[in-house]
Nanobody, 117 residues
Framework: VQLQASGGGLVQPGGSLRLSCAAS????????MGWYRQGPGNERELVAK???????NYADSVKDRFTISRDNAKNTVYLQMNNLKPEDTAAYYC????????????WGQGTQVTVSS
């Protein structure tokens, strides 16, 4: 399984970005897809995740600013990020979890988001 993330970049405070992550390979169904981030000197943390049935979870720091969505037919997850703040600067990693008797977790390569004036 490969996860291909895109959409990062440099944006001014208050700006918006949309991240995308497409999964391909031997798995056709992912129970959970989401986004994590890791800023300089910080541990990787959950940003948002979404179950295949539509349940969403967000980190408190991004609630009301970020929206996660997914296209199950395309095995693609999106993260719409609005009102970006300098503290959102980090490498963002997409994540997919498949559960079928065992739990398999997959990670994409990071995509850098930099919020700066």
């Amino acid at each position: 399984v490969q996860l291909q993330a895109s959409g990062g970049g440099l944006v001014q405070p208050g700006g918006s970005l949309r991240l995308s992550c497409a999964a391909s390979g031997s798995r056709s169904r992912f129970n959970v897809m989401g986004w994590y981030r890791q800023g300089p000197g910080n541990e990787r943390e959950l940003v948002a995740k979404m179950g295949i049935s539509g349940t969403r979870n967000y980190a408190d720091s991004v609630k009301d600013r970020f929206t996660i969505s997914r296209d199950n037919a395309k095995n693609t997850v999106y993260l719409q990020m609005n009102n970006l703040k300098p503290e959102d600067t980090a490498a963002y990693y997409c994540n997919a979890v498949a559960i079928s008797g065992r739990v398999d977790t997959y990670w994409g390569q990071g995509t850098q988001v930099t919020v700066s004036s």
